[in-house]
C-alpha cells in the first residue's frame, strides 16, 4: 500500500511540473503581451508613456528575458508563494485567487458529494426496483441528464427563479454579505444559495453515476452468491449492502474519481452565467484582457486541485480494491 | 419452413433462387447486416436517428429551410414574440392552409415597453415551396426557393419570434445548425486520426512506448477541460478569417477528446492481439501491416463507430459552451453557442425567453446522437443478448 502511494505520489509530482510548463506556455501564445497592450490603451487614452518608463516596467516583471528563464523566473516564485502582479487589477495575484481558489473548492466538493450521495441513492433503488415506475423515470431523466449542457440549465433556473418566484437566483450570497468577513449567519446564507450551482453542476454527474451505478449492480444482482445468501435467511438489505452493492461500488469510485475535471471545468462556465465569485469569471476575463499572471496561475492552480483530487481518488481505490494495489 | 431447409440441402444447384429461412439468413449475414437488425430493436435509437438524419438534412439545406436570411434586421421587430400560426379565422372559418396575424407593436404607457400584439385585420397565408428573398445554395446556386414562408412581402413570419436586431430567430438557429452539426463531425474526425494511430501503436507494440503513451493520455485527461480550452480560444487572434477560427476551434477541441479514443483504441488491440485468428495469420506468413489492417480493424470497426457518435455530442457542447463564453466562434459565424450569447443577460431573457430556443436544438442534436451512440454500442457489441 505505502508503495503503491509513493508511485502515485512521485507521478502526481511529475505531472505537476508538466502542467505548470503547459500552463505558462499557453499564456504565452496569444501574440504580443500585457505591456504593448497597457501602452497602446495609455496612448489612445492620452497619456504619454516614455520608452524608458516601459523598459523600466519590461525589466521589473521581467518580461524581456527569453521564454525559458521567464518561466523559471516564475515557477520560482510560485513555489515561495509570489504569484506575480496582475495589471489589470493593480494587485498581487495572490489577492485576488485564494478567496476565490476557496469557494470553487466548496462548490465544487459540494458537488461532489451530492453527486455520489444521490446517484448512489437513487442507482440501488433504481436496480433493487428494477422495471417499477420509479425505474423508469429515474432512467428516462438520467438520459435527459447526460445531455443536457450545464449553462444551459443554469440559464433556464435563472429565469424561472426570475419569472416564476422573483427571486435572484444567482451569486453565492445575498448582498448584504458580499463584503462582509465570515461569520455564521454569511455561512448560512452561502448554504441557502450554493443549492443553485449545487444542481445545476450535479446534474449531469448524478445521472452518469446512477446509470453506472444501476448497471452494475444489476450484474451483481444476478450473480449466484445473492441467491444463496437469500436461501441462508439473511435479511434483503444486510444481505444487499454486504455484498453486492460494496463490488459494485469498486467502478462506481473509479469512474468518480474523473468526475473532477469535469466538475471543476464545469463549474468555470457555470459561475461566468450564475454570476458565482469564484474562478470562473475572473479567469475569462483575465484571458480576455491577456493578464498573463493572473490567467497562468488560475490555469495552474486549477489544473493541480484537479490532479490532486484524481490523485486522493486513486487511492481510495487502491484502498477500496486490493487489485490494484497488487498489480501494477 | 423445414421443406424450404431441405430443398435448399437437396436442390440447391436446380433451385438457386430459393428464399432462406430466418435463422439461416442470419448465419449468412454479412457483420454490417446483423449490426443493423439489432440496432433497429431499439426503437429509440431508431427515432433519433431519423431526427439526426433531419438536423444533418436542415444543415445541408439550411439557406432553403430558412425563411429569411441569417442577417436580415428590422429593428421595427426588436424582441418580437413568436407568431402562432392557425388555422380557424376569427369569422370561424377552417382553412386548410394556416396563417399567422399581422405584427403591430405599441408603447406601453405605464412602463413604456414595446408590447407586440396580433392585427386581427390583416392575414397572411403560410405558403410552402415559396419564392422568396433570393440567396445562393451553398454559395454556389442562385435560388429564391423556400420551404415556407408568405407571399406578400408587407407581412412577417416570425416563427420562433426575434433577437434584439429583429432578425429571425427561426432562420437564424437553421443556419446555425450548419456550423454546429459540422464542428462535431470535423472535431470527431480528427481525434479518430490521432486516436487510432497512438491507441493503435500503443496497444499493438506495447511495452515502454505504451507506457508513454498511457501516461501522456493520462496527464491530458488530468488537466480540466474548460480552462484549458478557454485558454487556448483565447490565443486566437482577433484578425482571423472565421473560417480559420473555425479550424482552430475543431483542433483545440480535439486536442483533449483523442485520448478518449485511444484508450479505446488501445484496449482493443490489447485483447485482439492474444485472439487466435491474429497467430493463425502470423502463423500462415501475413506481415504485421496486413494483420493489423485485413484482420483486426475489421474487429472493432463496430467500436470505433460507436465510440465517434458517443464524442460528437462531447464536441457539440463544447463548441457551444466556448462561443457561449465568446470564446470560440464570433460573429458574423453562427451557430448556436453564438446564438446562446444573447441570453446572457437575465433581464433580456426574462422578458423574451425565445432567446434561449437554441438550447433546446443543442439538447436535442445531443439527446439524439447519445441515443443512437447507444443503440450502435449495443449493436456492435456480440455479447449483450
Not at chain 2, 478569417?241 to 477541441?253: E, G, N, S, W
Not at chain 2, 441570453?343 to 425567453?353: C, E, G
Request: glycine residues 8%; positive net charge.
Amino acid at each position: 500500500m505505502i508503495a503503491h502511494i509513493l508511485r502515485r505520489l512521485g507521478l502526481m509530482v511529475i505531472t505537476l511540473a508538466i502542467v505548470s510548463v503547459v500552463s505558462f506556455a499557453v499564456i504565452e501564445l496569444p501574440p504580443g503581451d500585457y505591456l504593448t497592450a497597457y501602452a497602446a490603451d495609455l496612448r489612445a487614452s492620452g497619456q504619454l508613456v516614455s520608452q524608458a518608463d516601459l523598459d523600466a516596467l519590461e525589466k521589473r516583471y521581467g518580461l524581456n528575458l527569453p521564454i525559458h528563464l521567464r518561466y523559471l523566473k516564475w515557477i520560482g516564485d510560485v513555489l515561495q508563494g509570489d504569484f506575480g502582479y496582475s495589471f489589470g487589477w493593480n494587485k498581487p495575484v495572490s489577492e485576488l485567487i485564494w478567496a476565490r481558489l476557496g469557494l470553487t473548492v466548496v462548490v465544487t466538493f459540494s458537488t461532489l458529494i451530492f453527486t455520489w450521495i444521490v446517484g448512489f441513492a437513487i442507482g440501488v433503488y433504481s436496480a433493487t426496483h428494477q422495471y417499477s415506475a420509479a425505474d423508469y423515470t429515474f432512467t428516462a431523466m438520467s438520459f435527459v441528464g447526460v445531455g443536457l449542457p450545464n449553462f444551459l440549465i443554469a440559464l433556464v433556473l435563472m429565469w424561472v427563479g426570475y419569472r416564476y418566484f422573483d427571486a435572484d437566483v444567482g451569486g453565492l450570497f445575498s448582498r448584504e454579505f458580499l463584503t462582509q468577513p465570515w461569520s455564521w449567519a454569511k455561512f448560512v446564507n452561502m448554504l441557502g444559495h450554493l443549492w443553485v450551482p449545487i444542481i445545476v453542476l450535479g446534474v449531469g454527474g448524478t445521472a452518469f453515476m446512477i446509470r453506472i451505478m444501476r448497471a452494475n449492480l444489476l450484474d451483481e444482482l444476478r450473480k449466484p452468491y445473492v441467491t444463496t445468501g437469500r436461501a441462508k435467511g439473511l435479511r434483503e438489505r444486510r444481505l444487499l449492502m454486504k455484498y453486492p452493492v460494496r463490488i459494485a461500488l469498486n467502478p462506481f469510485v473509479s469512474t468518480a474519481g474523473w468526475a473532477l475535471p469535469r466538475l471543476i471545468s464545469g463549474a468555470t462556465i457555470v459561475s461566468v452565467v450564475l454570476g458565482l465569485p469564484t474562478t470562473g469569471p475572473l479567469l475569462l476575463s483575465a484571458l480576455t484582457s491577456q493578464d498573463m499572471y493572473l490567467a497562468a496561475s488560475f490555469v495552474l492552480l486549477l489544473s493541480a486541485l484537479t490532479i490532486i483530487g484524481t490523485f486522493i481518488s486513486d487511492i481510495v481505490l487502491a484502498w477500496l480494491d486490493p487489485r490494484i494495489r497488487e498489480g501494477e | 419452413m423445414a421443406n424450404e431447409s431441405r430443398s435448399v440441402a437437396a436442390s440447391a444447384a436446380e433451385q438457386p433462387l430459393v428464399r432462406l429461412a430466418e435463422e439461416e439468413r442470419a448465419f449468412v449475414a454479412s457483420q454490417w447486416q446483423l449490426m443493423w437488425w439489432k440496432f433497429r430493436r431499439h426503437k429509440m435509437a431508431l427515432v433519433s436517428g431519423v431526427v439526426l438524419i433531419g438536423l444533418y438534412l436542415v444543415a445541408i439545406f439550411c439557406e432553403f429551410v430558412a425563411p429569411y436570411g441569417p442577417s436580415v434586421y428590422d429593428v421595427k421587430y426588436t424582441y418580437a414574440p413568436l407568431q402562432q400560426p392557425y388555422f380557424i379565422d376569427p369569422s370561424g372559418a377552417f382553412h386548410l392552409r394556416p396563417f399567422v396575424y399581422g405584427l403591430k407593436s405599441s408603447r406601453d404607457p405605464r412602463t413604456r415597453k414595446v408590447v407586440f400584439e396580433p392585427d386581427y385585420e390583416v392575414v397572411y397565408p403560410i405558403y410552402f415551396f415559396v419564392k422568396g428573398a433570393p440567396y445562393e445554395l451553398w454559395g454556389l446556386f442562385e435560388m429564391d426557393l423556400h420551404l415556407f414562408g408568405l407571399e406578400d412581402p408587407e407581412g412577417i413570419y416570425l416563427a420562433l419570434g426575434a433577437d434584439r436586431m429583429g432578425r429571425d430567430m427561426f432562420s437564424r438557429i437553421a443556419y446555425g445548425t450548419r456550423i454546429s452539426m459540422s464542428v462535431g463531425l470535423v472535431g470527431v474526425l480528427l481525434s479518430l486520426v490521432l486516436g487510432i494511430l497512438l491507441g493503435g501503436v500503443s496497444g499493438y507494440y506495447s511495452g515502454l512506448i505504451d507506457t508513454i503513451i498511457q501516461r501522456v493520455i493520462e496527464f491530458i485527461r488530468s488537466i480540466p477541460t474548460i480552462p484549458l480550452w478557454m485558454a487556448l480560444s483565447a490565443a486566437i487572434p482577433h484578425d482571423w478569417r472565421p473560417l480559420r477560427v473555425y479550424f482552430a476551434i475543431t483542433v483545440i477541441l480535439s486536442v483533449i477528446s483523442w485520448t478518449g479514443m485511444a484508450r479505446v483504441v488501445r484496449g482493443r488491440f490489447l485483447s485482439l492481439r492474444r485472439e487466435d485468428f491474429v497467430l493463425a495469420a502470423s502463423l500462415a506468413g501475413a506481415s504485421e501491416l496486413r494483420i493489423i489492417v485485413r484482420h483486426m480493424v475489421p474487429s472493432f470497426t463496430s467500436h470505433i463507430i460507436a465510440s465517434l457518435t458517443l464524442g460528437i455530442p462531447g464536441m457539440i457542447l463544447s463548441e457551444t459552451s466556448l462561443s457561449f463564453l465568446g470564446l470560440g466562434l464570433r460573429p458574423p459565424v453562427i451557430s448556436w453557442g453564438v446564438l446562446l450569447q444573447e441570453s446572457q443577460n437575465l433581464r433580456t431573457v426574462a422578458s423574451a425567453p425565445w432567446l434561449l430556443l437554441p438550447g433546446a436544438a443543442v439538447v436535442l442534436a445531443v439527446l439524439a446522437f447519445n441515443f443512437v451512440g447507444d443503440g450502435l454500442r449495443d449493436a456492435a457489441d456480440p455479447y449483450v443478448r
